[in-house]
C-alpha cells in the first residue's frame, strides 16, 4: 500500500507556470507505473503524464510541449512541471501510481492507489 500527497495546485492566468509535487509514503523506485490525471465535473478522467520504472514518459497530445513529469526516486516524489497554461487546463490533478500491471501507464486500473488531488485553476 502507499499513500500518495499531492500539492502545488492553484489559481494562474494564461501562459502562467505551476508545478505540482507528489510525495509517496514509500520507495517510488518499485512503482512501474507513476503519473498524472485530471478531471473536470461531468467529464471523464483524463490522462496527463506519466512515467514508468525505467524512465519513460508519455504525454497526453493535449500537453505535449508544455508539461514536463519526472520523478526523484530518492525523495520518492514526482513532479509535473507546467508551463503556457491554458484554461482548459483547468481541473483537478491526481497523482496515481501502481506496483505491477500493465505497462500501459496512461490507463490506470483497479491495482492504482490514488491521490487526493490538488486543484488548478487558470484564467484566461
Known amino acids: 500500500q502507499v499513500q500518495l500527497v499531492e500539492s502545488g495546485g492553484g489559481s494562474v492566468q494564461g501562459g502562467g507556470s505551476l508545478r505540482l509535487s507528489c510525495v509517496a509514503s514509500?520507495?517510488?523506485?518499485?512503482?512501474?507505473?507513476m503519473g498524472w490525471f485530471r478531471q473536470v465535473p461531468g467529464k471523464e478522467r483524463e490522462g496527463v503524464a506519466t512515467?514508468?520504472?525505467?524512465?519513460?514518459?508519455t504525454y497526453a497530445d493535449s500537453v505535449k510541449g508544455r508539461f514536463t513529469i519526472s520523478k526523484v526516486n530518492a525523495k520518492n516524489t514526482l513532479y509535473l512541471q507546467m508551463n503556457s497554461l491554458r484554461p482548459e487546463d483547468t481541473a483537478m490533478y491526481y497523482c496515481s501510481a501502481r506496483f505491477g500491471g500493465s505497462w500501459n501507464c496512461m490507463a490506470p486500473d483497479s491495482n492504482n492507489y490514488w491521490g487526493q488531488g490538488t486543484q488548478v485553476i487558470v484564467s484566461s
Open positions: 514509500r520507495s517510488t523506485i518499485s512503482m512501474r507505473c
Open positions: 512515467i514508468d520504472s525505467i524512465g519513460r514518459t
